[in-house]
C-alpha cells in the first residue's frame, strides 16, 4: 500500500485475478513501471487517463509500452481490471470496431469490451456472491 501525500488513509491497487495473472506473466521490471504509473492517481483518477463510460461504470486506461491498463476508482484506491498487449487480437479488435472514434470512445461503445470487464470481475468474486 502507499500512503497518500497529505492524508491519513492509504492508497491500495486491487488487481482482480485476472490482471493479477496479466500482471504476473510480465517481466518484473514491466511489473513495476506499470505499478509505478498509479502514483499520483490519488485524488484524481482522471488525470492524463483515457476514459471509457458505460451507464454508472468509469474505467480509466493508460498505456505503458504495449500494454493498456483498464482500471476504475474504489474507495480505497484503484482496482485494475484488466491489462492487455496492445499487439493482441482482442485489444485489436476491441479498439478498431469503429475507426471513425477515438479509442475510449469506440470501447466505450463495444459490449464485448465490458463483457470482457464483466468476466474479469465475476472471477474475483466466490461463488454464491
Do not use: C
Not at 24 to 50: H, N, T
Not at 60 to 86: D, K, Q
Request: without cysteine.
Amino acid at each position: 500500500m502507499e500512503r497518500m501525500s497529505g492524508s491519513q488513509d492509504y492508497f491500495q491497487i486491487i488487481f482482480n485475478p485476472t490482471s493479477a495473472s496479466e500482471l504476473a506473466a510480465m517481466p518484473r521490471e514491466l511489473q513495476l513501471e506499470i505499478l509505478g504509473q498509479f502514483k499520483g492517481v490519488g485524488e484524481d483518477a482522471s488525470g492524463g487517463f483515457g476514459t471509457l463510460e458505460k451507464g454508472r461504470q468509469t474505467l480509466h486506461r493508460y498505456r505503458v509500452g504495449n500494454y493498456r491498463i483498464y482500471f476504475e476508482r474504489h474507495v480505497l484506491g484503484v482496482v485494475v481490471h484488466r491489462i492487455l498487449s496492445r499487439n493482441t487480437l482482442r485489444d485489436f479488435l476491441f479498439r478498431n470496431v469503429r475507426m471513425n472514434k477515438d479509442e475510449d470512445e469506440a470501447l466505450a461503445e463495444n459490449p464485448r469490451f465490458w463483457k470482457m470487464i464483466d468476466e474479469a470481475a465475476h472471477a474475483s468474486r466466490p461463488a454464491g456472491s
